[in-house]
């Protein structure tokens, strides 16, 4: 795969296109990051950008994991030594899913985000923007209509984050397009360059198909997952025998979750997939790629209650290294 393609491969935006490519001519040693407010345990929506990082690290780059534990703090997420706690047990967890040492730097904000010259900066930008523009860059963060005069302050720091962290591309998910545009517009106005941006998908609710998969509503992965809890959650997954599945009752949009779980962790990660069937149902089924799979599953090939078998297995073999690490940790 050369480097563009690993740079884009499962992205669902990329921001600009030609700024990716001029990226793509000479990745090594180019700078691209993530920042996460600290959690305790990774689920699967850090893996998603995980599997980005570790697609930029095979190009080359140097990847850069923020542990946000100022925008932790100002979304109200517990106290600074609570925050910090939760940081230091995600980074081993990151290491263990595979990231690579070497190329991997872990930063906590508050190492630059309270220096004099970055909160100048800060107010500076503070001054330029309107509430209702700051408002807005957060809407798919904190969706609380009663939004904190910290919640305006966020983005404005995640737009500097860029620039203090050196950095040459910025990764995240979908619900962070609207900070880095923020950050296109308002990083020229304090004189400084604006950098390319890359979004990876969101994926659906795990049980309904609809909406997004998210830690606080609803079911996720997680690295705390024993292997037989994983199992339920994959078994009681809602999947059709279609990737494209009709809205439900009330017109909600539906995606079929196990296959964007494929998609978007399993495939990545692994180079060749076994679908474990008895001889009188067919025998195994081997895949090297998604569309093949997703074929399969439309047609008839392949029965939804085995690719789910196979999803729980690869997945667990995914979060085991991670789960293992968690355990020591907490002894
Ligand atoms: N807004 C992110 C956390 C975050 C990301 C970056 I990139 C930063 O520079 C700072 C914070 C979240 O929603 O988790």
Request: hydrophobic content about 35%; proline content about 4%; glycine content about 6%.
């Amino acid at each position: 795969m050369d480097a563009y393609e690993l740079l884009t491969r499962n992205a669902e935006e990329v921001v600009t296109d030609e700024e990716i490519r001029d990226l793509a001519e000479d990745p090594e040693g180019k700078r691209a990051y993530v920042g996460y407010e600290p959690s305790g345990v990774l689920h699967l929506g850090h893996l998603l950008t995980a599997n980005k990082l570790i697609d930029l690290q095979e190009a080359g780059m140097d990847v850069v994991i923020l542990l946000a534990d100022v925008h932790a703090y100002l979304n109200d997420k517990g106290t600074f030594d609570e925050i910090r706690e939760t940081a230091e047990q995600m980074k081993a967890q990151f290491l263990a899913y595979g990231l690579d040492e070497a190329q991997t730097e872990f930063v906590y904000g508050s190492e630059f985000q309270l220096d004099e010259e970055y909160v100048l900066d800060l107010h500076t930008l503070e001054v330029d923007t309107t509430m209702n523009r700051a408002q807005r860059a957060m809407a798919e963060i904190q969706g609380d209509e009663t939004a904190k005069v910290s919640h305006l302050v966020y983005p404005l720091m995640q737009t500097l984050d860029i620039e203090y962290l050196d950095l040459d591309l910025a990764v995240g998910g979908l619900d962070q397009r609207k900070v880095h545009m923020l950050a296109r517009e308002k990083l020229p106005e304090v004189d400084y360059v604006v950098r390319p941006a890359l979004h990876t998908p969101i994926v659906a609710d795990l049980t309904s198909g609809e909406g997004k998969m998210s830690s606080s509503e609803g079911v996720t992965i997680s690295m705390e997952d024993s292997t037989e809890e994983l199992e339920e959650k994959v078994n009681s997954a809602y999947c059709p025998p279609t990737r494209d599945p009709e809205a439900d009752d009330e017109g909600n949009e539906r995606e079929n979750p196990v296959l964007e779980l494929f998609e978007y962790h399993v495939f990545p990660r692994f180079d060749e997939l076994v679908v474990e069937r008895p001889e009188k149902y067919g025998g195994d089924l081997t895949y090297e790629d998604y569309e093949t799979l997703a074929d399969d599953l439309e047609s008839g090939e392949l029965h939804p209650a085995d690719a789910k078998g196979t999803l729980a297995t690869y997945l667990d073999e995914l979060i085991a290294p991670g789960r293992e690490k968690l355990r020591e940790i907490r002894g």
